[in-house]
């Protein structure tokens, strides 16, 4: 069976990266994109991430312009906006397709195990998708949910 630590992503820099090495921890994937609406995310994805910082839990984000380029196109400048503006320190991995012929492999499983309302697509930035401990996609979020509003789930997870 197919699971999301099954598959290689790349760091900013463009190295590749096993997603193998979160096995065994519960995963929050988000498309991200700097200049979105929902860009005020990131604050709280970030405490997400520093409440659980002591769990087997990390925030996963993926850069992604393919909703009104909405994201730099170079991935320094991401990265940078991110840690500066909302203090990140999730892994953030280089920009992806999360829609169309070129959607990322990673994103086309996660759309394959929870489909959104009306199609698998993607519909914009800051869609998340909550993944168990096996590497299986257990939720999926819309756009305008509070990434505060997922903690419950989480803490169900991880027993807590």
């Known amino acids: 069976m197919t699971t999301a630590y099954d598959f290689t992503v790349h760091s900013p820099k463009g190295e590749p990266v096993s997603l193998s090495q979160y096995e065994g921890k519960v995963l929050l994937i988000v498309n991200t994109a700097s200049h ?20 087997p839990f990390s925030v996963l984000g993926f850069p992604c ?7 730099f196109d170079d991935m320094d400048q991401t990265i940078e906006f ?18 169309g012929p070129d959607t990322h492999p990673l994103y ?11 199609s698998d697509n993607i519909k914009w930035n800051f869609t998340k998708f909550l993944v168990d ?10 756009p305008a949910t509070n990434p505060l509003d997922i903690e419950k789930d989480i803490q169900r997870l991880l027993d807590l």
């Open 108 to 118: 086309q499983f996660l759309k394959s195990q929870k489909k959104g309302l009306l």
């Open 133 to 142: 401990q096996q590497g299986q996609v257990i939720k999926r979020y819309a």
């Open 65 to 71: 312009g393919q909703f009104k380029h909405q994201e």
């Open 36 to 55: 979105c609406g929902f860009a005020s995310q990131f604050d709280d994805l970030q405490q997400l991430q520093k409440n659980y910082k002591d769990q």
């Open 82 to 99: 991110c840690q500066m503006n909302y203090n990140v320190t999730f892994p953030m991995f280089y920009k992806i397709d999360v829609n």
